[in-house]
Structures are given as C-alpha cells and as structure tokens.
C-alpha cells in the first residue's frame, strides 16, 4: 500500500536526479546541452513567479534557459516571429508559451505555431491528437506528472472508477485521457455535472482541478479514495488547494498536499520533456 501522503516533492526530486544524470550523459557523449526557451509575455506576477521557478530548475539540471520578456503591448505578429526564431534555432530544444497571453493574442495561433518537436508543454494540437490516440509525443506537463505520482506512488489504476473533475484543455481533458489510457474507468465532471458529490463518491481515483478553494469536501469522496489536488490558491495561510485538506485526509487512503503535490511534478515533467526533445536531437 502506498503513503497517506503523495509526496511530489519527493519524487519530483528523484526525478530531477535521473534528468540530471541523463542530461550529464548527453553532454558527455554527445556533446549535447539541452536547451529550454520561455516566452513570457506582460508582467503578470504569478507567471512570473513560474517562469523563475522553471529557470531555476533548469540551472539545476543542467539545462541551458533562455528567458524571452515581451511587453504586454507586444503585437502577435511580434510574438510568432519570436517563436518562427525559436523553431529554427538548433540550440533550442522546447519552447514554452507561459499562458495567459494578454487578450489582444490569440492563443491557440501561438500554440499552433510552435514546431511540434518542440512543444515540451504538449499543448499542440498535433500533442493533443497524439494524446488521444495513444500515439507517442508530449503529454502536458500536470496530467503527465499526476500520473507519474501515481504510479511512483505505488498507486494502481488500471480497472478503477476514475473521476476528474474540471474539463480544461491543460489539465482537466488531457488528465482524463491519460487515466484511460492507463485503463481505469474515466468520468469527466464539470460545472454542468448536476449532482457533483454522486459523481465525485464514485470514485477509487478522484482528481480536482476546478480553480475553486477548498470545494471538495469529505462528504462528497468515497471512503478510502485517492484524492489529487490539482488547485492551487494564495491565501494569508499560504498555498491551498481545491479540496479541504484536513477534512478529506481522514477519509482518503491517499491524498496529495498543497503545497508539495502536484506542483512540483509539473516542473519535473515539463523538464522530463525537454530532455525527450534534446534525446530526439541526438
Ligand atoms: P479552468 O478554470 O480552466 O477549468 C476549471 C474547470 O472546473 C472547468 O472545466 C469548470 O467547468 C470546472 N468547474 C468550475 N466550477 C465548478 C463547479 N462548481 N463544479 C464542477 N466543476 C466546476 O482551470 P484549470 O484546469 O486551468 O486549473 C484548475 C486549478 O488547477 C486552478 O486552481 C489552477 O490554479 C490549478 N493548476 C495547477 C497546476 C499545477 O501545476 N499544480 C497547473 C495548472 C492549473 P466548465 O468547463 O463547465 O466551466
């Protein structure tokens, strides 16, 4: 049986520790230093404070960063010329869009232009198709790190009733596809789900990625479900997630905290793919 705890932190870092030997070994053989390119665009303060978090993960690693600052005034045109660079540099090897984008962009022409053996977020619809047919390519980096936990965290998945709740494009669909990939049962839940807790007290596995505080509470999990915390919330406290921590810890046989779940693993996986890219390039 696998910790109450679903510790990211702790295996987000053994697996910096096995990129930092492949990416040694890259180096060493093959002369290759992988390389991350981020754009980041306006000064909106939580992605910078992701951008910095990327950047230093990468020098951790081994990574070589190359951080892209782009006013929040920038022109579209401007941008996508950015990344037609970014495609055509050999020394790059993944090229992240930090999102949101300002309105004036149109996001999913920005996604779309990012060369698809580049795309180390796997938002491309190329990514995505693969995703959904099961094809090799870049899985996004939070439904691809709640998996690895999982499965690190000697959780099973195959045969069980598996419950997300959230349908977005970059957690909530692309979680769901994996956990059937991976053979469990798949729900998809959402804001039109009439009946949440019936659908949420189904659940052996039950992801939450919803964007609202503390919303899953212990009336509405199953007793001894495996409960992932997607949300992350600033609050006076500190970091909290979607689901009422304290509360539902009694009742899951597993449960990832806020702070310390899933975001470190998305960081992991994002530099996971990077590595897969500069793999490729070898
Ligand atoms: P979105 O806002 O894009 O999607 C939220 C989803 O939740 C939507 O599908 C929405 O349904 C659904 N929803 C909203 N309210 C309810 C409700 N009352 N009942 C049921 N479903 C509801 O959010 P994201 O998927 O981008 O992010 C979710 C959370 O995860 C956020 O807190 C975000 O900060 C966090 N996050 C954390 C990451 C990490 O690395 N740990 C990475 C990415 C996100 P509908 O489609 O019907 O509107």
Redesign the pocket.
């Known amino acids: 049986m696998q910790d109450k705890i679903l510790d990211g932190k702790k295996v987000s870092a053994d697996i910096k520790a096995e990129l930092a030997d492949e990416i040694k070994k890259l180096q060493d053989k093959r002369n290759i230093t992988p390389g991350l390119a981020v754009a980041l665009v306006g000064e909106d303060p939580a992605s910078q404070v992701y951008v910095n978090m990327k950047e230093k993960t990468c020098k951790a690693l081994g990574i070589v960063s190359h951080k892209h600052v782009l006013p929040a005034d920038v022109s579209e045109d401007r941008l996508l010329s950015l990344i037609d660079v970014l495609n055509n540099d050999p020394e790059i090897d993944g090229i992240l869009v930090q999102l949101p984008l300002p309105g004036h962009i149109d996001e999913n022409r920005v996604l779309d232009r990012i060369k698809v053996e580049k795309d180390v977020d796997g938002f491309h619809p190329v990514s995505v198709g693969r995703l959904v047919l099961g094809q090799p390519g870049f899985r996004a980096a939070?439904p691809a790190g709640i998996i690895e936990l999982l499965k690190r965290s000697g959780v099973a998945i195959q045969g069980k009733e598996a419950v997300v709740?959230?349908?977005?494009n970059?957690?909530?669909k692309p979680v769901a596809l994996l956990l059937l990939n991976e053979h469990a049962t798949v729900t998809i839940?959402?804001?039109?789900?009439p009946d949440?807790g019936e659908v949420t007290r189904r659940a052996d596995i039950l992801v939450v990625?919803?964007?609202?505080r503390e919303?899953v509470t212990a009336d509405m999990v199953k007793e001894g479900a495996v409960v992932v915390d997607?949300?992350?919330?600033r609050t006076d406290d500190g970091l909290v997630g979607?689901v009422a921590f304290n509360q539902v810890q009694e009742k899951a046989s597993a449960i990832t905290p806020v702070p310390g779940g899933?975001?470190p693993m998305?960081i992991a996986m994002l530099m996971s793919n990077t590595v897969q890219a500069a793999r490729s390039r070898a």
């Open positions: 939070t709740v959230g349908r977005s970059i957690v909530g839940a959402h804001s039109r789900t949440l990625a919803v964007g609202r919303m997607v949300g992350i919330h979607d899933v975001g998305t």
